[in-house]
């Protein structure tokens, strides 16, 4: 025979077990388990601004070009990494939490570089292709 | 920084909350603040923590996942199987549709005595040509500020509190120890309807959908549990006072639109003419969610998620407008004209909208909650056991609601 204060007992467990506590722990439980994923974003800045450098590098082919004096309209001049990002996708993360950032490097080339108005509108798109690209990866 | 982050959040968490108080939930936590008083208002906030919870786990689904619950679920479970999520929620939504248009047609009728099945009917076509706008932001935002007239309840809450500081105690005591009830029969299709009401199912599909094309990322997800937790507080509030105002206020014997709206009667003539512009403005702010949200239930089970923009554009929006609207407009004249024939008043018919909202909801929260089990890394050992088992009352809560309901316990 159940008393009546065991019944109390009861309903205060299932308001405090049945919603007020998983809702509170599920909070704590992500917050701590994407402070992880966090660290990556930040390491990832990190290797960007490695990445970021090419830029340089990729200006230095091009003042080659202009000093071996190939600056004829027939020469191909070499590509120009003009912007560059690094994702994080979730389907990357192991079982440990840790994730393999991707990193997306945008090629564009000289016909665009000359075009101020091609090359903002590339620009401004690339949060975009970096979405498309993330979403067709997920899909995978 | 803290304390603007912390008002940018309180402001809209206000408007949407009251905003999001439609007939379904106004009726449903009138009657029952009515004939049980304080004593329900652990049901509510259970109710309201519940979903916020289910809700948690739908952005954590559309983050990780990357698709809607529907396509994910087409792509796991198969077709068949996502075709029962995707008739409850329609069920869930055209019923919620039909009782919003009863109750608007019932309230015009009682302020302007033009018969409810003229208004229905000119109320649907409103709807209709409403939902075929393509810039929708605008309206949204009037629409809202409108339904913010219903923070009313939360003044008169207040007033009553302050004129009866006895009271306050006995509402928190209510709030925090569940009270001692008669669990009869009437009790579990009571709090079968409260559940119903507070489910708002197509909201789970919605937020995940939603989240996707925020393009939300892991570290963003406390930050939405935030909003989420604020948004819990308001839904409470605003819920927990329509009980309160209608326990101290509204005639116990509670049946017609009417009654209803005499719990207002502390306002005196502006009452009923408040109750009127708010309910007009968020029971359409919510049937043209709703509209949105089938279509974005149709468009996913063909095809993959999209943003809200492609999906209007869509031929395929037009054909789920039309049909939602039809198909709600019907239910609304069968169900009202039945309850006509044998017997019931409104609050009547908004319980019964509300215990098939019920009956229909676990179904799209099982499905969030399987999907959830599938979610690496974030999901958590004791969560998904005690989502299991929140999914798991659900259903038993709905049985013996059900078999309540057909006189069978």
Redesign the interface.
């Known amino acids: 025979m159940i008393t009546m204060d065991v019944w109390l007992l009861l309903r205060i467990l299932v308001y405090i077990m049945g919603g007020v506590l998983p809702f509170i722990y599920n909070y704590y439980y992500v917050k701590r388990k994407v402070k992880g994923g966090k660290e990556v974003n930040e390491k990832t800045s990190e290797e960007n601004s490695i990445v970021v450098s090419d830029f340089t590098f990729s200006s230095e082919l091009r003042g080659m070009g202009i000093e071996s004096g190939n600056t004829t309209d027939e020469t191909i001049e070499p590509v120009t990494i003009v912007s560059s990002t690094s994702i994080v996708s979730p389907h990357a993360y192991d079982d440990r939490g840790k994730s393999n950032p991707l990193y997306v490097v945008l090629l564009i080339d000289h016909n665009v570089m000359r075009n101020p108005e091609a090359l903002t509108k590339m620009v401004l798109n690339v949060p975009k292709i970096v979405n498309n690209i993330e979403s067709k990866f997920n899909k995978k | 920084m803290r304390k603007f982050r912390i008002i940018s959040i309180l402001g809209p968490g206000l408007i949407s909350a009251v905003s999001g108080l439609e007939i379904t939930n106004i009726g449903v936590f009138t009657y029952v603040g009515a004939i049980y008083g304080f004593k329900i208002l652990?049901i509510i906030?259970?109710a309201s923590?519940?979903i916020?919870?289910l809700q948690?786990?739908a952005v954590?689904v559309g983050?990780?996942?990357?698709?809607g619950v529907i396509v994910k679920s087409r792509k796991i479970f198969g077709r068949h199987l996502t075709l029962i999520v995707l008739i409850s929620l329609f069920t869930a939504n055209v019923v919620t549709i039909a009782i919003n248009i009863i109750g608007v047609s019932y309230t015009l009728n009682v302020i302007s005595g033009i018969p409810w099945y003229l208004i229905a009917p000119s109320f649907s076509l409103l709807l209709f040509a409403l939902a075929l706008r393509k810039e929708y932001a605008y309206l949204e935002r009037i629409l809202t500020l409108l339904s913010f007239v219903l923070s009313t309840y939360i003044v008169l809450m207040v007033y009553y509190l302050i004129s009866s500081p006895s009271s306050i105690t006995k509402l928190i005591m209510n709030l925090i120890?569940?009270p001692?009830v008669d669990m009869g029969r009437q009790y579990f299709i009571d709090i079968l309807a409260v559940f119903g009401a507070a489910a708002a199912p197509y909201a789970l599909i919605f937020q995940t959908s939603s989240i996707i094309m925020k393009?939300l990322?892991?570290?963003e997800?406390?930050e939405e549990?935030i909003d989420i937790?604020v948004g819990?507080i308001f839904t409470s509030l605003a819920s927990i006072s329509v009980a309160v105002v209608a326990a101290a206020y509204a005639p116990e014997n509670i049946s017609t639109i009417h009654d209803m709206i005499l719990a207002l009667k502390p306002l005196g003539i502006i009452g009923p003419l408040l109750f009127c512009v708010g309910i007009l403005a968020s029971s359409t702010l919510a049937i043209e969610t709703i509209i949105l949200c089938n279509a974005y239930m149709f468009y996913e089970y063909s095809t993959e998620t999209t943003s809200l923009k492609d999906i209007v554009a869509s031929k395929l929006y037009f054909k789920v407008a039309s049909l939602t609207i039809l198909i709600s407009l019907l239910i609304a004249f069968a169900h009202a004209f039945s309850r006509n024939i044998f017997g019931g008043g409104f609050a009547d018919l908004v319980r019964d909208s509300s215990i098939l909202i019920s009956l229909t909801s676990w179904v799209p929260a099982l499905f969030v909650v399987l999907l959830y089990w599938k979610v690496?890394?974030?999901a958590?050992s004791?969560?998904k056991v005690?989502?299991a088992?929140?999914v798991g009352?659900l259903i038993v809560v709905n049985v013996v609601g059900m078999l309540g309901a057909l006189g069978l316990s």
């Not at chain 2, 983050?63 to 698709?67: D, F, G, P, Q, T």
Request: charged letters at 15%.
């Open positions: 652990w906030v259970l923590i519940i916020a919870l948690q786990l954590e983050v990780v996942m990357r698709e120890i569940p001692e393009g990322k892991l570290h997800i406390p549990f937790s819990l690496k890394p974030l958590s004791f969560i005690v989502s088992l929140i009352s």
